[in-house]
């Protein structure tokens, strides 16, 4: 089964940018579509952006649209989340998750792969 690993993370103040890289482990990357999530502490963990398995749809919640991009690699088995215009509002922990190519995108129940999370902290 593939396994994903997140880096990207760290500290950064408000208007800054990061990008999220998600490794997988293995060549059947290309089978999944891939999401992200993300968990702020307090609250429950929420969709941010997902990517069907040959890229060709891409869905974002509507607080991040404009700000953040989806893309994957499927050569180099990796996804990514590029976020500019970071606002502290943003601040959580950042999972990626793979999923079947079937069903919605914004449900974390179809996932059922998911990496460990990387922390992302924006200070105002």
């Known amino acids: 089964q593939v396994q994903l690993v997140e880096s990207g993370g760290g500290l950064v103040q408000a208007g800054g940018s990061l990008r999220l890289s998600c490794a997988a482990s293995?060549?059947?990357?290309?089978?999944?579509?891939m999401g992200w999530f993300r968990q702020a502490p307090g609250k429950e963990r929420e969709f941010v952006a997902a990517?069907?398995?040959?890229?060709?749809?891409?869905y974002y919640r509507d607080s991040v649209k404009g700000r953040f991009t989806i893309s994957r690699d499927n050569a180099k088995n990796t996804a990514y989340l590029q976020m500019n215009s970071l606002k502290p509002e943003d601040t959580a922990i950042y999972y990626c998750?793979?999923?079947?190519?079937?069903?919605?995108?914004?449900?974390?129940?179809?996932?059922?792969?998911w990496g460990q999370g990387t922390q992302v902290t924006v200070s105002s």
């Open positions: 998750a793979a999923k079947s190519p079937a069903g919605t995108f914004v449900k974390a129940e179809l996932y059922n792969i």
């Open positions: 293995e060549g059947t990357f290309s089978n999944y579509d």
């Open positions: 990517i069907k398995w040959f890229g060709g749809s891409i």
